[in-house]
């Protein structure tokens, strides 16, 4: 089902089933998977693929070049991948990669709400939300079932932890641990473990019980290095997935550091 006044370039590969409502506009690179609707006034440009059962709202515009200064090329784009199921909502702009890296990614049933903004070579997990506002910067990391509340702003190169929740107008500069709720402006920090959403994900007391222990070790504890904190408490939750990710996660795959804690637990 394609709108008349739709604007389809040829070298666009159109998946089975789809649905291009009027005035859109897909690039000559761009590649929808099966069943995937655009409603109206859709722009879609460089090297972009969108997965099956995908839904984009109107006036959104997705993989075009980025707002990079050292790259105003568009021979240098390195495209822009959506993953399945996703909805993408009124305003939204999602810019395409750079040659600093292999391009933007969007995982799987992820939700990006109204005038959310995407910067180029941004990695993003599956099932992360999005809300109204949320300026994403780029080469911002952000790993799966994560959810950013409405206005919050993320710095260049910040990482946000799985099941993490960010508070809504938060100004998020350092990294963000796994498993926990941050919020604050100007500079957002940790707060206490997002019991909630974990418990909705399907964890167990003694896997929060666990992650709380790591934090604990991290922000209550004055004792030595916050190495040596980490190596004592790995001993009591080294049987501990969750525990040990989030271990892993300060050791490892933090770059900008964790920030402190606003809460006295």
């Known amino acids: 089902m394609i709108h008349p006044t739709a604007v389809i370039h040829e070298g666009a590969v159109i998946g089975a089933d789809c649905k291009i409502g009027p005035f859109c506009i897909i690039g000559p690179e761009v590649t929808l998977g099966d069943r995937v609707e655009l409603m109206s006034s859709v722009v879609i440009g460089g090297k972009t693929s969108i997965g099956d059962d995908s839904i984009v709202y109107p006036f959104a515009v997705l993989g075009v070049m980025s707002q990079d200064l050292k790259w105003q090329d568009e021979a240098a784009m390195t495209g822009l991948s959506i993953g399945k199921r996703c909805r993408i909502r009124e305003y939204v702009t999602i810019h395409s990669g750079t040659p600093a890296s292999s391009g933007t990614v969007i995982g799987d049933d992820c939700q990006i709400m109204v005038n959310a903004h995407v910067g180029h070579d941004c990695k993003v997990g599956n099932n992360v ?108 939750v080294k049987n501990n997935k969750y525990a040990m990710d989030a271990i892993d996660f300060i050791e490892n795959r933090s770059k900008r550091g964790i920030g402190t804690s606003g809460n006295a637990e």
């Open 129 to 236: 939300v999005m809300s109204n506002l949320v300026q994403v910067a780029g080469h911002v990391e952000i790993e799966d079932n994560a959810i950013l509340s409405g206005g919050s702003m993320v710095l260049q190169f910040a990482r946000i932890g799985r099941n993490a929740f960010i508070g809504g107008m938060s100004g998020v500069g350092n990294d963000v641990l796994p498993y926990a709720i941050y919020d604050g402006s100007p500079r957002a920090v940790y707060r206490t473990i997002n019991r909630v959403g974990l418990m909705r994900h399907g964890f167990t007391n003694e896997d929060i019980h666990a992650i709380h222990s790591v934090y604990s070790a991290v922000f209550k504890d004055n004792e030595g290095t916050v190495s040596d904190r980490l190596a004592k408490v790995r001993k009591d």
